[in-house]
């Protein structure tokens, strides 16, 4: 198995919800990533895991909440989000020490 | 700190027509360079990579060579498809950590007509 797959491939929610993405792999890879992506620009790294850990947070704001539950998962709680939000949230993972990263097809997110 | 520039295009095409997108990079050491392409409404997809000087990489008639002494990475087709037309993104790792924090250009949009 060489993907990363994503739930829900779309979603709407209004600024007062409570929503959760999912992100899976079963590479056996180690460190896992969310990135925010906007039309026409390149990913925004929002949060790393390493080993299950917390290991960079790129000064995200706290209605955004990571999780990693285990290895293979990854899940980003959304509370009282805002229109900006709405964007592509891309998930990838990788092995340790200089390989590429894995992307999954993403969430296509709007807030109302 | 480090950095990737490309041409932002948009970039239009004739099918079969020969294809470069320029990528330098600015980095400490000694990076492992990346093209990802990304197909509308989908997600990213490592289309090839060179981890040292002078390295080729190759995937589905693309082509990059890792040139160090040009902090360049571009890429080469010989003869597009309708099918390549995507955003292709040049990117790069220091790999100086435990995991890989990948710093991405801005993204060069191709289209392909036939």
């Known amino acids: 198995d060489t993907e990363v797959t994503q739930t829900p491939k779309h979603l709407v929610m209004g600024m007062t919800n409570k929503k959760s993405l999912k992100c899976e792999q079963h590479m056996g890879h180690r460190a896992m990533y969310w990135y925010k992506q906007k039309a026409k620009k390149p990913p925004e790294l929002m949060f790393v895991?390493?080993?299950?850990?917390?290991?960079i947070n790129e000064s995200v704001p706290s209605r955004f909440s990571p999780e990693c539950p285990n290895s293979s998962l990854l899940n980003l709680h959304l509370h009282a989000l805002q229109p900006e939000d709405s964007a592509l949230y891309l998930c990838?993972?990788?092995?340790?020490?200089?390989?590429?990263?894995?992307f999954g097809p993403g969430t296509r997110l709007t807030v109302l | 700190g480090n950095s990737v520039t490309q041409m932002e295009g948009p970039v239009t095409l004739s099918e079969e027509a020969f294809l470069t997108i320029n990528c330098t990079y600015t980095a400490t050491g000694y990076p492992s360079l990346f093209w990802y392409v990304q197909y509308p409404g989908e997600g990213l997809q490592l289309l090839l990579k060179?981890?040292?000087?002078?390295d080729k990489g190759s995937n589905k008639g693309f082509e990059a060579t890792y040139r160090k002494e040009t902090t360049s990475f571009h890429l080469e087709k010989g003869s597009v498809q309708v099918s390549d037309s995507a955003v292709y993104f040049c990117a790069l790792s220091d790999g100086k950590t435990s995991y890989d924090k990948v710093i991405f250009g801005p993204g060069t949009s191709l289209s392909v007509i036939p």
């Open positions: 060179a981890t040292k000087a002078d």
């Open positions: 990838a993972s990788s092995q340790m020490e200089g390989n590429e990263q894995f």
């Open positions: 895991y390493s080993y299950e850990k917390l290991s």
